[in-house]
DNA sequence: CCCAATTAATCAAAGCATTGATTACATGCG
DNA sequence: CGCATGTAATCAATGCTTTGATTAATTGGG
């Protein structure tokens, strides 16, 4: 039989032990593990998990919006009038992800499409006044809420977190990592 | 209007200075922002995201899986035969997502769903022969994807990433962060 | 004992994401 | 010039996730 019933033993678990529980019992049962790169990603994925729900559901689906939408918004804010090919690789999503979002934001009025007259293939996105006002509105709250997310860190500790995060995305270029394309 | 076109302006932006140029620009336009905070998260987010993607794309989608499915697999392996609301906490997903991951996975034959004797709205899930097979081959290549990340950074500083990481979450019980039921 | 309140799970509708195919246009070699 | 190749965007199918409503079972106060 693939496993012992133990309901009792999985009620001493919760969301904060889970980690370290994890982390002990597959280094002693499975060879080659490496628990310190197990836990890293662990805690990466937890904190990040935490971090988008937040953002998302205390910024933006409160104003009727998706942080994904806000991404499309904020790069397009930076360098538009911008083709949604460039929008794409600023904001690190798909080609069509960018194609699906900017609908609905043209839809609700806060983004302007149209042909380049350069190439008839390529599309020019631009902010209309609303979503000017939509982005710079909604990224003071955000950045807020950033804000309460960094007071948890020093000065210091937060350059040294922005450091380490840098490395382990510079070092991803060194094995072949996937990316979007 | 709302906007000047500048469109050879942008084509100097690319994925790697997008983060500079943003954070420059918007705390010299944008009042009340913190650059650091700004820089904090958009770098986490970022890093959080080329992650998952590769994760996802160079371990789990080869063998037909995704990376919730090994999550929900994760956490049943480690605490089951478990009622479905626990799963939901340790893996931090809402019950609803779940519920629906858990009926792909059962009709995939790698885990097992029963009522609970003791009460009769709960669900029990176990892991089939199957799933136990799955979740250690699939957590071996995981691990081994892991390892490749975090090759980035010293053991040193892995762990001072997974303590500042630590903080972060921890830090969030003190703000009323936003969390799944 | 009974009914109101709670709780576990699921369902329904909607949004965002993926990959792979398709359409339309641009480019350049022969 | 003309056609093969490449590129930008979109579409189609599928999957995960959310919120809010619904169903079913348990619990506890009067």
Redesign the pocket.
Known sequence: MPQEPEPLDADHLHFWSFIDHAVDRVSRELPGIDPLAMRLVLTFHRAANMLV?DLE?AVH?PRG??W??F?VLFAIWLSGPV???KV?ELSG????????????LERDGLVS?ER?SY?????QLGLTEAGLHAITTAFQAHNAREQEWAGALSEDEQRTLIELLGKLTAHSAHFDV?H??
């Open positions: 729900y559901s689906r919006w998706s994904p939408g991404r083709e949604a090919k794409a999503m798909s080609r069509a992800a960018v194609s699906a979002l900017v609908n609905t499409k380049a190439d008839g293939r390529a599309v996937r979007r394309t």
